[in-house]
Nanobody, 123 residues
Framework: VQLQASGGGLVQAGDSLRLSCAPSGRTLSGYSMGWFRQAPGKEREFVSAASWSGGSTDYANSVKGRFTISRDNAKNTVVLQMNSLKPEDTAVYYC?????????????????WGQGTLVTVSS
């Protein structure tokens, strides 16, 4: 599965961005999806994840209440809506797919990764 993440950009603190992730060549059927991010000089960290149905979601404490993950299985996409962005949200954001209907916070549990999209939040 090749994943394509898009929607990153340069915004100011308090602004919103919408990241999308879509696979090329196949459906996301049966896969749970996650978003991770990696800031310069830091390790990759969990941001959010959703089950195959989208009925179960999980968020890192740092983004809870500001970010929303959703999936449109009919369109075969996963979206991360990011509101009230902060400078500390600046990172490369990666989407990932896991061959399980259950989401996970652990990067090692994901089987496929996108190439990343850069989000820069200026103060």
């Amino acid at each position: 599965v090749q994943l394509q993440a898009s929607g990153g950009g340069l915004v100011q603190a308090g602004d919103s961005l919408r990241l999308s992730c879509a696979p090329s060549g196949r459906t996301l059927s049966g896969y749970s999806m996650g978003w991770f991010r990696q800031a310069p000089g830091k390790e990759r960290e969990f941001v959010s994840a959703a089950s195959w149905s989208g009925g179960s979601t999980d968020y890192a404490n740092s983004v809870k209440g500001r970010f929303t993950i959703s999936r449109d299985n009919a369109k075969n996409t996963v979206v991360l809506q990011m509101n009230s962005l902060k400078p500390e949200d600046t990172a490369v954001y990666y989407c990932a797919a896991r061959r399980s209907v259950r989401p996970s916070r652990f990067a090692s549990n994901y089987d496929y990764w996108g190439q990343g999209t850069l989000v820069t939040v200026s103060s």
